[in-house]
């Protein structure tokens, strides 16, 4: 069904919904809110709906999907639970944590899904348009962000059709996305540790990774990644003549993070932000600098990607 010139924008209500709902199961594209940013759905029990993912947005083959399921017990007859997995989904899901565990013999996915790899990655997302659609499809669905692979990721709908309009069949509207930063990314090891792939909005203390570079085992850990297509200076207090200025508490600019230098509101407008500096006619963009501490972590982990 992809391919269309244009890309249709429908509410995401009722009918918004359904129509989502009838374009999933012929083995179309949606973009769909979630609560922290837009998804890129397909089904994900059809190897040629989780190809078309992987079309339009130019994604490498070898970097895996989350998958979004409606609870904890459709998540569990896909992967296996351990006790502390099962744990950490019954703390935070719904919500903006993904858990990446092995995958079930059986289990209805399509192997592009996992990129060939033993384990799924898997999150029940808390955005009621999300769960409306889950709630109205009898499968599963693959959702990365909704933009061209290593772009800037989508918080509202134009962000959404600024890089993927003609390549895919609908965005639902659902308005801003209120989190703005990606879910955070762990992995539940065999004996119980845990380590963390992505940082995001949930943190937890026991799951630092460490320093070594880590093979891709989830989304978002390729070294550059969120681009804009400008050079990125990270840490500044002030702009030079050639550059856009996003500014953070005190370091005013031509847009600002959080002018109260809050690490909530920050992450809501990242990406905002970034897309406004990519379409400023300054050629360079310059950062101010956040703090490396709880949100401010998942929000330089972006800044960094996008500078690389």
């Not at 993912?53 to 409606?70: D, E, Q, V």
């Not at 809050?262 to 990406?271: G, K, W």
Request: hydrophobic share 50%; proline share 9%.
């Amino acid at each position: 069904m992809s391919g269309k010139k244009v890309t249709e924008v429908r509410l995401a209500d009722a009918a918004g919904i359904a129509e989502a709902a009838r374009i999933l199961d012929l083995g179309g594209l949606v973009a769909v809110p979630t609560e922290t940013v837009y998804g890129l759905a397909a089904r994900a029990d059809r190897a040629e709906a989780v190809a078309r993912i992987y079309a339009a947005k130019g994604r490498p083959s070898f970097n895996p999907l989350i998958l979004h399921l409606s609870d904890l017990a459709a998540a569990e007859r896909l992967a296996h639970f351990s006790p502390a997995a099962r744990a950490l989904a019954e703390a935070h899901w719904p919500g903006p944590l993904t858990l990446v565990l092995p995958r079930r013999d059986g289990a209805e996915v399509a192997p592009a899904v996992s990129a060939g790899l033993p384990t799924l990655a898997l999150r029940v997302p808390a955005h009621p348009v999300m769960q409306a659609l889950l709630g109205a499809v009898p499968f599963p669905l693959a959702a990365p962000s909704a933009n061209r692979s290593g772009f800037i990721s989508p918080t509202r709908p134009e962000h959404v059709l600024a890089s993927l309009d003609g390549r895919i069949d609908l965005v639902l509207d659902g308005g801003a996305c209120p989190g703005g930063v990606e879910s955070t990314i762990l992995a539940v090891r065999a004996d119980g540790s845990l380590a963390e792939l992505r940082p995001g909005p949930i943190t937890l203390d026991a799951a630092r990774a460490s320093g070594a570079r880590a093979p891709i085992e989830a989304p978002g850990q390729l070294e550059r990644h969120y681009a804009p297509g400008k050079p990125v200076r990270l840490g500044a207090r002030s702009a030079e003549a050639d550059e856009f200025l996003i500014g953070f508490g005190p370091v005013a600019g031509a847009v600002t993070l959080s002018a109260r230098g809050d690490l909530t509101e920050a992450a809501a407008r990242l990406y905002a932000c970034l897309h406004a500096a990519a379409l400023a006619p300054q050629p360079r963009i310059a950062v101010a600098p956040v703090p490396d501490v709880g949100l401010g972590r998942a929000i330089n982990d972006r800044l960094r990607r996008a500078a690389a």
